[in-house]
């Protein structure tokens, strides 16, 4: 019941960008808690930063106490805790916690992700959790075209200028039937956690997220999950499938693993990312 009193909430820097005392609170006993743990990281949350702040290459937390907060204000239960480790601005550690769901995602660097499932007492008073290795479809399916995609895309905050037209034009190139140009995708989806899209691509459930505007809070414990299920992270704009982007880049396209065998998967995955890029209309640009 806590949280269905703390939901007092004001905007962050305009109407749809919320954030309630729940948010404040939570982050700030998950800093106290990490601090004490960990007193030499650095710690970067949603709720304390301040235009200006830079992630550095230091180990650092980075954190997003509740992430979906719109879902939150509207008691609709997609919202996650989302504890994120980055070092050199790479994620390495992820933990992402639906405490609606009682759904844990756990993922670190070289180790695999999992997927935690707590029965009704929750973390604290379960002892037998159903733990599933991530992707949860083993081997996982084949996806020869973006047609065959469901894909998460997000309005975020941000509705206006150039950024807004092209996720906007983008979002109708996805759906448009291909006889008029479009990638006539399977369907997209909309469920405003971008931590637990990333799970949601890394479990196999969805095939794409793509989303410019959100911040390293909001990716970076989802990004280990991913990556651990043999999924990428790559440009957000269209760019080149070589060059790795860095956890606060703000551009971001999520796509899970497709095929067996770590070259079918790379070259399959690739295609798929090449594919999205193409129906991407304009460039997308959040300061960072
Ligand atoms: C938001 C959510 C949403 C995404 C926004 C984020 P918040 O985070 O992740 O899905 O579209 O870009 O800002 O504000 O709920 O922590």
């Known amino acids: 019941m806590t949280v269905l009193l703390l939901l007092t909430r004001s905007p962050h820097k305009n109407s749809v960008d919320l954030v309630t005392e729940t948010d404040q609170k939570v982050e700030a006993m998950i800093s106290k808690t990490l601090h004490a743990k960990y007193p030499t990281f650095k710690f970067l949350g949603e709720e304390t930063y301040k235009p200006g702040m830079k992630l550095t290459d230091a180990p650092t937390f980075v954190v997003d106490p509740v992430d979906g907060t719109t879902n939150f204000v509207h008691h609709y239960p997609y919202v996650s805790v989302s504890i994120g480790f980055a070092v050199n601005r790479q994620p390495v550690v992820g933990v992402v916690y639906n405490p609606f769901t009682r759904q844990m995602y756990t993922g670190i660097k ?6 935690i499932e707590y029965k009704s007492g929750g973390v604290e008073n379960d002892n037998e959790p159903r733990r599933q290795r991530l992707p949860l479809k083993q081997p996982p399916e084949p996806l020869k075209e973006l047609s065959e995609a469901l894909v998460a895309v997000e309005w975020g905050s941000d509705r206006s200028g150039s950024n807004w037209e092209t996720k906007v034009k983008t979002w109708d190139n996805l759906g448009r039937a291909k006889e008029d140009g479009g990638a006539m995708i399977h369907s997209a989806r909309s469920f405003g ?96």
């Open 110 to 115: 070289g180790e695999g992700s999992y997927l």
């Open 193 to 288: 956690s971008a931590a637990l899209n990333l799970c949601a691509v890394a479990s196999g459930a969805m095939d794409l997220y793509w989303e410019g505007g959100c911040w390293a809070w909001d990716v970076c414990a989802g990004w280990v999950i991913l990556n651990e299920a043999g999924g990428v992270m790559v440009d957000g704009n269209p760019g080149k499938w070589e060059v790795p982007i860095p956890v606060d880049h703000r551009k971001y396209l999520a796509l899970r693993a497709v095929a067996e065998g770590e070259e079918e998967n790379v070259s399959g995955q690739r295609k798929i990312v090449e594919e999205f890029w193409s129906f991407i209309v304009g460039t997308m640009q959040y300061e960072h």
